[in-house]
């Protein structure tokens, strides 16, 4: 089973949708949770921790499930410049400082 | 965005030949990594280093060396190219919490 699976996509949707991504990890000792956004050929960047009790960054929602092992990211009222790839990563357990595993990412372009 | 940058951002190389990869971060940041990306396979870490040189093997060290002889500076090496290691390169580094900032990428193209 891979670590980190997503949903690759892509998802197409239009300007204002609602759209949802889906992570699931299978290292139970995983201790930290962030989506990641990464443009068209472009480094990824940090859009948003994930903590237990669920948290939002404006249109960005993001929740965790640690008994299923799961983890979302709604975006609201999408914008064309939300159109990139969004990462699901996952912290390793045991000290391992900084080590991160990424999942493949979910692509999404949102039309006009 | 902390100030890191990778060198060089695009490289073309024959199989057999020796390629160094730089990084470099100005926000001394302790921790750094060497990532690839891959269609299909997402970031994978190569190597990482938690201080000056003190380096550490990923899930996919073989063919790669790295040193770090300078806090700022982490060197990533291919001994001598191989064709499956054409990728994009990503170098990363963090202070201590898990965001990780990255540098703007190398594409190498073995040929």
């Known amino acids: 089973r891979k670590e980190v699976e997503q949903d690759p996509g892509p998802f197409n949707v239009p300007e204002g949708a609602t759209v949802a991504f889906n992570c699931t990890y299978s290292n139970s000792a995983s201790q930290s949770f962030f989506w990641y956004r990464q443009d068209c050929r472009k480094e990824p960047k940090l859009l948003m921790s994930?903590?237990?009790s669920g948290n939002e960054d404006g249109r960005f929602t993001a929740q965790l499930n640690r008994a299923s092992q799961y983890i979302s990211l709604l975006i609201r009222d999408s914008k064309l410049s939300d159109s990139a790839t969004y990462l699901c990563?996952?912290?390793?357990?045991?000290?391992?400082?900084?080590?991160?595993?990424f999942g493949k990412g979910t692509k999404l372009s949102v039309k006009p | 965005d902390a100030g890191i940058t990778q060198s060089p951002r695009h490289k073309v190389t024959e199989t057999g030949t020796p390629v160094t990869l730089r990084c470099h971060q100005t926000e001394n940041h302790r921790y750094m990594y060497w990532y690839r990306q891959d269609p299909g396979h997402g970031l994978r870490l190569i190597h990482y280093s938690y201080g000056v040189k003190d380096t550490d093997k990923g899930e996919v060290s073989d063919g790669y060396s790295v040193s770090r002889s300078k806090t700022e500076d982490f060197l990533l090496t291919l001994e001598s190219a191989t064709s499956s290691q054409t990728s994009v390169y990503f170098c990363?580094?963090?202070?201590?919490?898990?965001?990780?900032?990255f540098g703007p990428g190398t594409r190498l193209t073995v040929t």
């Open positions: 994930v903590y237990s």
């Open positions: 990363a580094s963090t202070q201590g919490s898990y965001e990780q900032y």
């Open positions: 990563v996952v912290s390793l357990g045991g000290g391992s400082q900084g080590n991160l595993i």
